[in-house]
């Protein structure tokens, strides 16, 4: 969950959530997506503002997987939903700079952490913050081991101010909530 000042958004929610956040954003490809009541649901590309957040869903290959930016009080935010469909130069001149990039490490694209570091030094990235992977997971080992942060500590929350980013990137990992 991303929260500004003045919204707040859910990523790719489990069907069995409780949904809270006004904005709702789906990044894989889904034959139907669900209406929910007095909610902003975002499922498809193109461009979008709710609220003061901008969001821009760029197709990410032919999977139907979609890239999302978000500036959500003044952070760039990206969200890479697959990281096996290869981003070319032309994407990442679409993306442009970003201070938060959220890439998913689930089992499937788990042995993609080299080519995910290297795009997300591309754009510049001061936070990298991997989801989709659960405890245990493999996936998230070897991208921890291939970013030189193995041991890395999970933490409940991160706060993002454009002020005050790290001067290099760093990999944040998130509590992980169940349901």
Known sequence: MIRGKKESIL?????SSEITERIVIYSKKRDIVPKIDEKVIIAGPGEYEVGGVEIVGIRSGDEGDLIYLLAVDGVKIGLLPNSENKINDKKIDRIGELDVLLVNIDEKNGGSAKFILGIARKLGA???IPFGYSEGN?????FLDESDDEGKEEVDSL???KMELPEGMEVVLLKIKNG
Do not use: A, C, L
């Not at 990523?11 to 069907?15: F, R």
């Not at 493999?138 to 070897?142: D, F, N, P, Q």
């Open 126 to 128: 001061n936070y990298v």
């Open 11 to 15: 990523i790719d929610p489990q069907e």
């Open 138 to 142: 493999e996936s998230i080992k070897g």
């Open 159 to 161: 706060k993002v101010e």
